[in-house]
Structures are given as C-alpha cells and as structure tokens.
C-alpha cells in the first residue's frame, strides 16, 4: 500500500512536470521569438560587477558582485545579478559594506553524507542572495575531488560520483527553491589549480562518464541547475566552454539539459564557442574580446545558422528564467541572520570527523586545565580563498598575509573568520582554567601543555581558488609543535581545520584527532560542542586520506613545478596535459583499492562516541529496480547518527569498488532499524560508447563502515541492461 501511493505521487508530479515543462518550453521559446535579435544578444554576454584593476565601470543599475546580465525590460525579462558561490554569498573584499553567513566548507558539507542538510544550507544561501538583490547564485560546487592537492578542494564535496552528485544536487535545489537560479560548476574535469587555464586533461569518454561526468549527470537530474558553469582547463584538446564533446554533445543531447551554458570569467577563447554549445560569455571584460555581443549579433545577422543558435540562447535563458520563477520586480529584503549562524553551525558539528579517541578521551570530562595551542585560535577560524570568500558584516577578524601583492589585491592570504575556539571552549568550560599559546615557540607550547590536563592543539592549512598545495603536509612546522607538545601530555587532541587530506607524522602520539575542515561562521562553537559531546560526531570522510603522495596517481602534481603560481591561472602560455587516464574512472578510494594502497584514513572512516553495526543485508527487485536492506543497530550507550555504506564489490567479474548507495540515520542506544537503498544502476555499468550497459552475471555488494572495511560479500545475478545515457 505505501508503494502505491508513493508511486501516484510521482506519477502526478512527473504529470505536472511534463504539463508545466511544456507551458515553461512554449513561455521561453515564445519570449525568445518576440525579442529582437539585440536583445537576443542582451542575454548572451554579461560583464563582471566589480570595479577594480580599471576594468568596464558599473552600471548604476548592477550589484556588486560577480556578474551583471542586462534584461530585456519590454518583455519583462529581469537582467541577471550574479553573486558567488557554494558557501555563502561572496565578500568581495567587503565593497557592498555587507556581510552573509559563511558556510562550513565543502569537505565538510560533504562529511555529513546528509541531503537534507545540503539542501538546509542552500536553502539559506539562497535566501541571503536574494535578500541582498542577486538573482543568479553562481552556487553548486560540482567536480569530484581528483587531488587531494586541489585549491578549490575546500569548495568541493568528495571524490565520488554518487556522493557528491547526491549532496551538490539537492544543494542547488536548496538555493533554487528561493525562486532564484544556481549553477553547477564547473563543467567538466576543472580538478588542479595549477595552471588552471592551460591544462590539458587527457580522459577516455567511458572514464569521463563514469567519473566527473556521472558526478553531474546525477547533480543536474537532481536539481535542474538554471545555469552550468563551464570550467577554465581544456579536455582532449579543447576548452572547457569551447568542448562540442562536453556541452552539445554531452549536456544537451544526451542529458537533454534545456538550461544555459554560462562560461566561467575570462574562459571564453573565440565566437566559435557559441556552435560549440556556450550560451552566455561571462565576465566578458577579462576575455580578449566581447565575443558574444557585436561579433555574435553579426554572424546571427549574417548566418542562419548562427541565428538560429542566438535564438536558442535566449531560449534557453527564458528556460531558466521561468523554471525558477525570477521576480522581476525584486527588491532587497531582509533575512533571519540568527537561524542561518545556527544552521551554519550544525553543518559544521555535523561535518566533523573523529579521526582517532583513544581511551575514549573525548568527550571531555570537564578537566580541570585545559591549554589551547596554534592555529590562531585565540581569535578565529580559517575559510577559503578566492571567489567563493564569505565574510560576516564586520568582515575577517584577520588575515594572514603570506601571498603578497597579488591580482585581486585581497587574495593575498588566508582570512579567518571572527568565531573564537578559545572563547568557546572558555564558555563552555567555565570552571576549567583554559589557557593559550599560539605555538610560534615550540618550547613555550611544551611547558604549557606539560602543566595541562588536557592540551587541544588546532592545525591550520589553507587553500585558495588559484593555487594548489605542493603537498599534503600541515604548512608553519605544526607538525614538528604537534609532535612536541604530544610527546609532552599523553591528552593531547588535534583539531584540523584543514581545505582536505593531510599527512599526520604524529598521529599515533595522539590521543585524539578530529577533521574541522575550514569551520564556517559558527566554527569554533560547533568545534566546542563536539569537544564536550554536546553533538555526537557523525561526520565520516568524504575524501581518501593519502599515507603518502607516492599513492595517488600522479604523485607530481603537473606543472606545480614549472609553472608560476597565479591567481589567474594564465601563468602557462602553452598547454599542460594531464593524464587522468592514469587511474580512469577510479577516483579516490576506487584507485586505492585498485593499487592495493593503504591509505592513512580510508574514504567513508567516521568515528562516534557511541557504536554502530550493520547486518542482515539483502538485494531485491522492487519495481523492477535494484535495491539493498540492511539493519543498522546503535550497539552504544548514546543516541548517534549511523552511517550505512553500500559497496559493489565484483561487477560480472569485474572486480574493484564503487559506493553504490548509502543511508544516513539517528538511534537511540540498542535500537535497530531497517534501511532500504536504492542502487543506482549507472555504478553498476560501464560506459558502452552511446549508453550504459550492465552486462549479466553476478554482482557482489558489501557494506562498509568505510571503504577499506566491507562485511563479507553477498551477490545476485543480474541480467543484461542497457541504459540510455
Ligand atoms: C571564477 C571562478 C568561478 C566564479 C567566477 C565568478 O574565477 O572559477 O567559480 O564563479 O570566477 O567570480
């Protein structure tokens, strides 16, 4: 009986769907025909809102922000006001005398394994977007994590297909349900900083779709993004925004995706990227010329063709325009500030990851001297850099300037956010003596933490868009001060507030280390809850911790060494190849298990201070889909959220490892509960050219407490199945 139902509901919605998708197609084609062709070309170029380095002035009409699209206001066609990104509405070095909630990071959005936080935290995102008058949030953060080395790791989710397509997909659907249009970005395989418009990356088709493609196949169809950003790097030799492969043939014809293809700022390489499926020239005063207003409404003036493709433009604009239902009469509003900090800081207590507690040392028992130590946490908490820097309304606490004079001015090096570990453990341990040292003198950090209880050190490393780390190291010496004031209090805890993976030489000096990721605008309160067990840690990792960079793929990031680091990513004229057929396909965890490497913390590990176990897991056909049954049972004495992980183990033979579905759910101490998963049938297939195919044979599935942990296999036989793309 409850299948029925559901299955009425989605009969009726896709009923409504495809009713109003008609009405919303004839809207937009409509509009598109009554517009002029200048005014067709109005939507196909945008310039950056933001007055610096002596670019185009501001037109009075705009916002401060990314980007400013004029409208058609005869038809009552709303110009577009662009504002970065993932996290939170972007700072921008503070211009607008505005603030917004800063998100935690990616990673650790991604460590909660929880769509419907995503989709909280989009929803809040958005909301704070449109209040400050934008109406496209250039959101939705959709490549995997193919490097642990990335600088726009802190701004991703995972390096799994299913994982981040799920958590992106119902983000973007967060921020879109505030009537305003998001992104997913950035369109495809823009994985290194590193020369970031200049690298080359070398991938079969089958292992694109069953990667970073599968990744947004599964965000689009889980969101119906407005917008997809393409990416700056070039795949088999062509741009990004200039790839017939990824936006015509991959985008819209396979994935029949009716939205619009906006390019990312100053990746636009010639008009001829508007037959290769570019809609929208963003930013268009950082390319070398304004490809998609004049030239574009000549060629449509002269071609047919090229008229044609114009009209599609604005046609798929109108698209997004109507699916999201823009307000053209949208005005700045206010938003409920408080409750989005409160959100912000059960992302973060919900992202974080207990790596190590030995002797069950946290939560803390109220010591009685407690010495705080590094990572500035006497004053705040780490964020990232780039475009997707969010700051409060009083802006960073400080910044750390490490980079110098650079492109953007304010990219000059890591800000932190004004929420204070120190001030929230003091408040949270109000009779405990709770000191600081800021751990520039090893020696100085030893005597304290020998005089301690318990000494909490806090490491830092930062990342920015435009530059990749050269390695996986903590940066400052903290791994030398970890070691240090370890060897000196058998209590001491390691909080990491890292952009991903790190190595952790003193790991097993440690009694407990937890991954902070970069915290977010409630950071340190959300740290502190966990520390006192206020919140039962379920974060489990969303990314491979390497034990070494001699394990990944390309142990030598390309071009970390030849090229220039910049912002800008320009510092190559000529183009750098990347080999990601190297590892194909298997990303992260997938490599690992390929290579038989041992990772330092494997891709799912997640510690509580409670206890879970999963058993009793079955596959069955229910409507003709596969899906896997488990039990998942809280076997501790606190209430905590479990994690089920679902691994296909043995394709037909083929052996290997892909998450195949995972459940996420609270319990009480002793209670059991059945969780029934969906398995997708793409992470069963391989890419066969034109569509996917699932040979038959036998399918063996494992769950996981992470992926280097499975309970003994149970398989089924499948037939064989083709699936269209
Ligand atoms: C960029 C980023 C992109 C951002 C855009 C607008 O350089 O790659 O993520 O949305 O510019 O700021």
């Known amino acids: 009986m409850r299948y029925r139902a559901i299955i009425l509901a989605s ?25 002029t062709p200048a005014e067709r070309d109005n939507l196909a170029h945008g310039i950056m809102a933001i007055p610096f380095g002596g670019f185009t002035a501001v037109p009075p009409e705009a916002t401060l922000g990314a980007g400013y699209i004029a409208g058609v206001p005869r038809l009552g066609v709303p110009a577009l006001r662009e504002s970065d990104a993932s996290l939170g509405v972007a700072w921008i070095g503070g211009l607008r005398h505005d603030g917004a909630t800063a998100l935690p990071s990616g990673m650790a959005l991604g460590s909660s394994w929880d769509p419907d936080l995503e989709r909280a935290g989009g929803l809040v995102i958005g909301a704070e977007a449109k209040a400050k008058g934008f109406n496209v ?42 009537h305003i249009i998001s992104t997913l970005k950035h369109f495809a395989l823009n994985d290194q900083e590193t020369a970031r418009h200049s690298v080359d990356v070398h991938i079969s088709d089958a292992a694109a779709r069953e990667s970073d493609l599968l990744a947004f196949e599964i965000e689009i169809e889980r969101s119906h993004p407005g917008s997809v950003m393409c990416g700056y790097n070039l795949v088999n030799g062509a741009h990004d925004c200039d790839s017939d492969y990824l936006l015509n043939q991959v985008l819209k014809r396979d994935w029949g995706y009716k939205g619009f293809v906006m390019s990312d700022w100053g990746a636009v390489p010639g008009l001829q990227a508007a037959q290769h499926g570019l809609d929208q020239q963003s930013g268009s005063q950082l390319d070398a010329q304004v490809f998609f207003a004049q030239p574009l409404l000549d060629a449509a003036g002269k ?51 207990l790596l190590r507690n030995q002797n069950d040392l946290l939560p803390l028992a109220k010591p009685k001297k407690i010495v705080v130590i590094g990572g500035y946490a006497a004053y ?61 003198y090893i020696a100085e950090a030893v005597t304290a933490a020998k005089s301690a209880d318990v000494a909490i050190v806090f490491a830092t490393q930062w990342s920015s868009e435009g530059y990749d780390e050269p390695d996986i190291s903590l940066p400052n010496g903290q791994d030398a001060l970890i070691a240090a004031v370890a060897a000196a209090n058998p209590h001491t805890i390691v909080v990491l507030e890292t952009s991903g ?24 309160e959300a740290i502190t809850s966990v520390l006192f067990g206020d919140v039962n840690p379920a974060g489990h990792l969303p990314v491979t911790f390497p034990a070494s960079l001699a394990q990944l793929p390309r142990p030598k990031l390309d071009g970390l060494d030849t090229i220039e680091p910049d912002f800008t990513g320009t510092g190559s004229k000529t183009n750098v190849p990347v080999n990601y057929d190297i590892e194909g396909s298997d990303v992260g965890y997938r490599w690992f298990v390929r290579t038989h490497a041992k990772p330092l913390f494997p891709f799912g590990f997640g510690l509580s201070y409670t206890s879970f176990t999963t058993d009793g897991l079955r596959l ?63 992470l069963l297939a391989d890419w066969a050219g034109k569509n996917w195919h699932v040979a038959a044979g036998s399918y063996s599935f494992a769950l996981g407490s992470d992926a280097s942990t499975l309970s003994a296999p149970i398989s089924i036989k499948l037939d064989d199945q083709t699936l269209a793309p």
Do not use: C
């Open 620 to 682: 069955e056909q229910q409507n003709g889909k596969l899906v896997a049954l488990a039990m998942l049972h809280n076997t501790g004495k606190r209430t905590g959220s479990g994690l089920v992980q679902l691994y296909v183990t043995d394709r037909a033979g083929k052996k290997g490892e892909r998450l195949a579905g995972f459940e996420k759910l609270t319990l009480q101490p002793g209670d059991g509960t059945e969780v029934t998963i969906p398995v997708d049938a793409r």
């Open 380 to 440: 705040g908490v780490i964020s990232g850099g780039g475009s997707s820097q969010v700051q409060g309304k009083t802006g960073p606490a400080f910044t750390v300037p490490v980079y110098g004079p650079s492109i953007l001015g304010g990219i000059n090096g890591p800000e932190y956010l004004p929420s204070v570990p120190l001030d929230a453990i003091k408040a949270r341990a109000k009779s405990t003596d709770v000191t600081y040292r800021g751990g520039d």
């Open 501 to 524: 993976p790190v190595l952790m030489p003193w790991l097993d000096k440690t009694a407990a280390v937890m991954e902070a990721w970069f915290p977010g605008a409630r950071g340190a």
């Open 137 to 178: 949030l250039l959101a939705g953060g959709g490549n995997l994590v193919r490097d642990p080395r990335g600088g726009r790791t802190f701004e991703y989710l995972s390096e799994d297909p299913l994982l981040s397509g799920t958590l992106a997909g119902a983000a973007v659907a967060g921020v879109q349900a505030n």
């Open 11 to 35: 009969v009726m919605a896709l009923a409504f769907e495809n009713a109003s998708a008609q009405t919303l197609d004839q809207r937009a084609a409509a509009t598109a025909a009554a517009m």
């Open 303 to 353: 071609d047919q063709t090229m008229n044609a493709r114009l009209t599609d433009i604005a046609t798929r604009v109108m698209h997004s325009v109507y699916y999201a239902q823009l307000d053209p009469n949208q005005h700045t509003s206010n938003y409920d500030e408080k409750s989005h900090l409160a959100l912000a800081q059960q992302a973060e207590a919900s992202g974080v990851v």
